[in-house]
């Protein structure tokens, strides 16, 4: 059978600042602002200000804080670590790896190498190795949060819901952890088991903690829409792709089993485009085929995750 095309890339945000496409442009916060480490040969207050720069998402200015301490000669395994972390974000894992791998001999850094290298791998699809690698993780260091999150991620690829649930309420309890990001990582897990109501609830609230999360209000829309209420998913305020919205209710239409509603919503979501509309055309045709076929349960949708 065809797989239903999402209208939503997934988008798992794992890396050092907040993780398959990043949903941040790690330079799109236009000119630096970032002071200059407290002495150059202090290689921890460099490191303080690039981690700060990091949990901020202020990219820009991490990497001109770690381009200073390079320049001043300022080196540690922490900054090396630091720098991995800033590749990770920018989406450049060979270099993320490399980073990671060349202080993981460090004891001081090793559980942080040990994370940065287990997203990167994640993110490139080596699910395996990526197991491996966040496990020993959060073995050394229980409060690493962004490891626990992609433990999470791992396990519902392997539908081990006992166990990436754990990981969730891990990541949870971890001091400094997004609470935003996680919940919307476990709404998703709830999601794919098909248990809507708790998948709404952890969306829900994951946009309380972060309303600008723009994953958990797609993911919460699909939630919705899956349940039929399509109106309520269908609403849209300033800034939304209608188009996409209603393409993406018009898919939880169709893995609802809801066929006439599909039709009318994909439609919808072509015209409401005003040019050809790739995703929302194959999501037609194949909304089409699969009512021919009537009994036929279509496939999970791609759905945003962070």
Not at 187 to 196: A, E, F, I, P
Not at 221 to 248: C, K, P, S, W
Not at 271 to 299: H, V
Request: aromatic share 6%; hydrophobic share 45%; charged share 25%.
């Amino acid at each position: 059978m065809r797989r239903l095309v999402g209208g939503a890339a997934l988008a798992l945000i794992l890396t050092a600042a907040a993780a398959p496409s990043l949903a941040f442009n790690p330079f799109g916060h236009g000119k630096s602002h970032a002071p200059a480490p407290a002495a150059a040969g202090q290689a921890g207050d460099a490191a303080t200000a690039v981690r700060q720069a990091l949990d901020e998402r202020r990219y820009v200015d991490a990497a001109d804080l770690l381009a200073k301490a390079e320049v001043t000669n300022v080196k540690s395994a922490q900054l090396t670590c630091l720098r991995g972390e800033l590749f990770l974000a920018r989406g450049d894992f060979p270099d993320a790896l490399a980073a990671f791998r060349s202080v993981a001999g460090d004891p001081g850094q090793r559980a942080r190498a040990l994370e940065g290298e287990g997203l990167a791998l994640s993110l490139t699809g080596k699910s395996d190795d990526a197991l491996a690698a966040l496990g020993e993780a959060t073995r050394l260091d229980k409060s690493l949060w962004r490891a626990w999150n992609g433990l999470g991620r791992e396990y519902d690829t392997r539908r081990d819901w006992k166990k990436s649930q754990a990981a969730y309420m891990a990541a949870l309890a971890a001091p400094g952890g997004d609470a935003a990001i996680v919940l919307n990582n476990r709404g998703y897990s709830h999601l794919l088991q098909r248990q809507t109501t708790e998948a709404a609830a952890d969306f829900v609230a994951a946009l309380a903690k972060d309303p600008g999360l723009a994953a958990a209000r797609t993911n919460l829309r699909i939630t919705l829409a899956i349940e039929g209420q399509y109106a309520r998913a269908a609403v849209t305020g300033v800034g939304d792709d209608r188009a996409a919205v209603l393409n993406n209710v018009g898919l939880a239409a169709a893995i609802r089993g809801d066929y006439l509603e599909a039709d009318k919503l994909l439609a919808e979501a072509i015209e409401a485009r005003g040019q050809f509309y790739a995703r929302a055309s194959d999501n037609l045709a194949l909304a089409k085929e699969l009512e021919a076929r009537a009994g036929d349960i279509p496939p999970t949708p791609d759905v945003k995750r962070r």
